[in-house]
């Protein structure tokens, strides 16, 4: 069945330094690829998609590309801030007449010192 | 912003006991989702429901499990006899339908199987 290998946690940043949340996946079709970031005390909410091989997701200054040749869709971001602060989940879809499920790696919490 | 809701945020039970968990969805929504997370364990799809119906459900939807669009705004999730197992956060989710793939998430209900 499809599967969401993501980057264990947790992960403690600088401010202003480079961030890399990897993400590989298992699927058997053709999935759409998600990040998606929790909040303290939210739910989860879509950071960004791509729906095809090498389209790139970004928002917010966070990248992730699709890569089917290495089955990946890493979360990147160049210069993080403390209130990026949350975890991080990478996600995948398969195709399925519009009721399509998510399927979620274990999540990465991320820390952001000043 | 229109947002998915979900009550109570948080449930105390006894073993053995039924719960209803609720979720108002974003109102022209079309598709309904739950999904479950335990505590340190990755999100897990439950159920998913579309036109009065389970379109698919997971292995750990068994006949314990039960949902309901009882008025059209609601979509509840019942646990008939819980389990401590079934602790874990309960995040239900609803998207709009066609070529939208983006799923809108409420902020979860945290069940306590004592």
């Known amino acids: 069945g499809d599967s969401v290998t993501q980057m264990e946690g947790p992960v403690t940043l600088s401010e202003e330094a480079f961030l890399t949340i990897n993400c590989t996946y298992t699927?058997?079709?053709?999935?759409?690829l998600f990040w998606y970031v929790q909040y303290p005390g939210e739910g989860l909410q879509l950071l960004l998609k791509?729906?095809?091989?090498?389209d790139k997701g970004s928002n917010k200054g966070f990248e992730a590309t699709y890569r089917k040749e290495t089955t990946s869709f890493h979360l990147e971001k160049g210069s993080v801030q403390v209130s990026d602060s949350a975890v991080y989940f990478c996600?995948?879809?398969?195709?399925?007449?519009?009721?399509?499920?998510?399927?979620f790696g274990t999540g990465t919490r991320l820390t952001i010192i000043p | 912003e229109p947002e998915v809701t979900q009550t109570p945020s948080h449930q105390v039970t006894q073993m053995g006991q039924e719960v209803i968990l609720r979720c108002v969805p974003i109102?022209?929504?079309?598709?309904f989702y739950w999904y479950r997370q335990i505590l340190g364990q990755k999100v897990e799809f439950l159920v998913s429901?579309?036109?009065?119906?389970?379109?698919?459900k997971s292995e750990i939807f068994d006949d314990q499990f039960s949902v309901e669009r009882p008025d059209g705004s609601n979509f509840t999730l019942k646990i008939r006899s819980t389990k401590l197992e079934d602790s874990a956060m309960y995040f239900c989710?609803?998207?709009?339908?066609?070529?939208?793939?983006?799923?809108?998430f409420g902020p979860g209900t945290r069940l306590t199987v004592l």
């Open positions: 996600a995948l879809s398969e195709p399925n007449f519009g009721n399509e499920k998510l399927t």
């Open positions: 791509a729906t095809k091989a090498d």
């Open positions: 429901f579309y036109n009065n119906e389970i379109s698919e």
């Open positions: 989710a609803s998207r709009a339908g066609g070529l939208v793939y983006e799923q809108f």
């Open positions: 109102s022209n929504h079309l598709y």
């Open positions: 699927a058997t079709g053709y999935p759409s």
